[in-house]
């Protein structure tokens, strides 16, 4: 996190906070998660299914010898799925968990973007005509040279998730 003082018209000055996000692609439609919670971000390697579990669930993954969940950003924003490419990769994050040990979950992503700093006071919430989707998974939207990003509720979009991989893993 930065701080950046920026100067009114007035002549007074306040400190807007900016933080570091990785943007990325999902159906040319970029979203974007705090920097500080990327671990890694890998190719797309072969994940062993979890049988019944949630469609947006791909499977797991061995990670240095971690089983990491893996899920379908696509699916899990209930934006049509397509084939994969040479740029779909799979940002591996990290989230403090209340019960001590963090959760490491991989998502599935077309294209990685880039790195943005986004001061707190340029987010906007997400418009309520957005649905249930934007409500329940976006923190808000912001725009970021020239194009709007969507900021994802890391802990809402995967906690559920997560949670429903490693009880059916187990």
């Given at each position: 996190?930065?701080?950046?003082?920026?100067?009114?018209?007035?002549?007074?000055t306040?400190?807007?906070?900016?933080?570091?996000?990785?943007?990325?692609?999902?159906?040319?439609e970029?979203?974007?998660?705090?920097?500080?919670?990327?671990?890694?971000?890998?190719?797309?390697?072969a994940?062993?299914?979890?049988?019944?579990?949630?469609?947006?669930?791909?499977?797991?993954?061995?990670?240095?010898?971690?089983v990491?969940?893996?899920?379908?950003?696509?699916a899990?924003?209930?934006?049509?799925?397509?084939?994969?490419?040479?740029?779909?990769?799979?940002?591996?994050?990290r989230?403090?968990?209340g019960?001590?040990?963090?959760?490491v979950?991989?998502?599935?992503?077309?294209?990685?973007?880039?790195?943005?700093?986004?001061?707190?006071?340029?987010?906007?919430?997400?418009?309520?005509?957005?649905?249930?989707?934007?409500?329940?998974?976006?923190?808000?939207?912001?725009?970021v040279?020239?194009?709007?990003?969507?900021?994802?509720?890391?802990?809402?979009?995967?906690?559920?998730?997560?949670?429903?991989?490693?009880?059916?893993?187990?």
């Amino acid at each position: 996190m930065s701080d950046e003082t920026t100067a009114r018209p007035d002549g007074s000055t306040f400190t807007a906070t900016a933080e570091q996000y990785l943007t990325f692609a999902l159906d040319r439609e970029l979203f974007a998660i705090p920097i500080l919670a990327v671990q890694e971000i890998r190719g797309l390697e072969a994940v062993s299914r979890i049988p019944r579990s949630p469609d947006y669930v791909l499977g797991v993954m061995n990670l240095r010898g971690a089983v990491v969940p893996v899920i379908d950003l696509r699916a899990r924003l209930s934006i049509e799925r397509c084939e994969r490419t040479p740029t779909t990769v799979v940002i591996v994050v990290r989230l403090a968990s209340g019960a001590g040990a963090d959760r490491v979950v991989g998502c599935m992503v077309d294209a990685v973007s880039d790195v943005a700093h986004i001061a707190d006071s340029s987010v906007r919430p997400p418009p309520e005509a957005c649905g249930r989707v934007a409500g329940q998974f976006l923190k808000g939207i912001v725009e970021v040279d020239g194009r709007l990003v969507l900021l994802v509720d890391l802990p809402r979009l995967i906690g559920d998730a997560a949670r429903k991989a490693e009880q059916d893993a187990a």
